[in-house]
């Protein structure tokens, strides 16, 4: 949905895109650390490190490397995308910003799709997409009752892309202005699939109700999408037939959805991409995902109380008793050099309620080594494993690993 239902922030994690809005600045990276006591706590503290560290860089568990199939050959890379950015007159001065931070002048290939034109940028011009002036839409209906008309634009951007005629593309990537692309790890994931079939990649909302509304297989357009250069092609010849027919849907996403069904299209799920249709302090999702997110977040309906919406994942319970919640470690430092990443995280204190299990733990190190898998191991992922040393001068060492085999982590309560 491009206007009514503003994203706040679509962050993105390890091997796919997403995004971190301004309006939610996170404090770097941190820990959340189960409140006190008991040995399934501690368990808790290791997954939620191993998960950070997952979140941190996109190695995923080492598999044997096997013969390479076809898949492999997709060398897709920066140069193969292209991102078109819906954004408007008046968003688009406000918003270049969150752009400028994943878009590089000499790799990504970007256009920002705007109204009409806008004056001059505080940014110089290179250092932000080229603006485009969409195409008149006014023969197009658009019923729905309170909407916003410029959903037809938003949608048209697809075809006014694609005929922009840009050379030696195999993804056109969509996305708002306040949308965040991780690009490195969006590229990576894009390559696992073949540009030259039909695709239409992306993901679907947090929200269940937002879901019951549009669709579970529509892919959200806060969080952006990619559509394969062959089935962009062959949707900016018919989309303009297809939007006289959708005048009374809401979004620019449910009518690139609708015209996609038409041409018998479906949706492949890639859980990296964020709508994040919830309100308030992002916090607990960044921190757990892709655990259970603590419900430091409000759903997106004003009003609804947390209890009774349903999230597309499981969350748990953030106690309004600031003692009782997860303690939390703030990331320090990050260093590397060829034996590989180490990361330092300090303990935060929240208040006057220190007790239990991290009363004596101040600060975690975390070793790890950076891995470079090919397409056929990011296909099949496996979490890592790791051991914890015994603590000592305040400090917990954990050195993230392989898994061996048949290594199973349990948690004995
Ligand atoms: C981008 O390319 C220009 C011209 O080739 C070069 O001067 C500049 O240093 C490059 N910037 C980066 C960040 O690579
Ligand atoms: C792209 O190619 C089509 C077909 O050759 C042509 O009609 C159109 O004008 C081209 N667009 C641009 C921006 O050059
Ligand atoms: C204990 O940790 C502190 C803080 O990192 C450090 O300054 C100090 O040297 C450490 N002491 C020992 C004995 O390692």
Not at 51 to 65: E, H, I, M, S, T
Not at 132 to 160: N, Q, W
Request: charged share 20%.
């Amino acid at each position: 949905m491009y206007q009514r239902k503003k994203k706040q922030s679509k962050l993105s994690l390890s091997e796919t895109i997403g995004s971190l809005s301004k309006k939610f600045p996170m404090p770097s990276t941190f820990l959340r650390i189960p409140a006190p006591s008991r040995f399934t706590s501690f368990i808790l503290i290791l997954s939620l490190i191993l998960n950070l560290y997952l979140l941190l860089d996109f190695n995923l568990p080492y598999v044997p490397k096997s013969k390479l199939s076809r898949s492999t050959a997709f060398s897709t890379t920066r140069r193969h995308l292209v991102f078109a950015i819906a954004s408007s007159s008046l968003s688009w001065r406000p918003r270049e910003a969150y752009v400028r931070l994943w878009y590089s002048p000499n790799s990504t290939r970007a256009f920002a799709f705007l109204d009409r034109h806008v004056s001059e940028s505080s940014f110089s011009p290179g250092d932000i997409p080229p603006v485009v002036i969409s195409g008149d839409t006014s023969k197009f209906p658009y019923t729905f009752r309170g909407g916003l008309k410029s959903a037809i634009r938003v949608a048209r951007v697809v075809k006014e892309v694609v005929e922009r005629n840009e050379s030696d593309v195999r993804w056109f990537v969509f996305g708002d202005d306040d949308t965040v692309f991780f690009v490195d790890n969006l590229v990576k994931t894009l390559s696992k699939y073949d540009h030259d079939r039909w695709f239409y990649i992306g993901s679907n909302s947090e929200s269940y109700e937002q879901n019951v509304k549009y669709s579970f297989n529509m892919a959200f357009g806060g969080g952006g999408f990619a559509i394969s250069y062959s089935l962009a092609r062959v949707l900016a010849m018919v989309l303009d037939s297809c939007l006289m027919r959708y005048g009374h849907l809401y979004g620019s996403d449910s009518r690139i959805f609708s015209c996609l069904a038409e041409l018998g299209v479906g949706l492949t799920h890639e859980p990296g991409f964020h709508q994040v249709d919830m309100r308030g302090n992002l916090f607990g999702m960044l921190a757990a995902h892709p655990l259970s997110p603590l419900r430091t977040f409000k759903p997106w309906r004003r009003g609804a109380n947390i209890d009774s919406s349903h999230f597309m994942f499981n969350i748990r319970e953030y106690p309004k008793n600031p003692c009782k919640r997860p303690t939390i470690f703030f990331l320090q430092s990050v260093t590397s050099d060829k034996r590989g990443i180490l990361s330092d995280y300090t303990r935060h204190i929240d208040g006057n309620c220190l007790s239990g299990a991290t009363k004596n733990l101040k600060r975690i190190r975390v070793f790890s080594r950076k891995r470079y898998l090919d397409i056929e191991q990011m296909k099949a992922p496996r979490r890592r494993c790791c051991n914890v040393l015994p603590s000592f001068n305040e400090s917990v060492i954990i050195n993230i690993r392989q898994c061996g085999m048949d290594e199973l982590i349990a948690s004995y309560v």
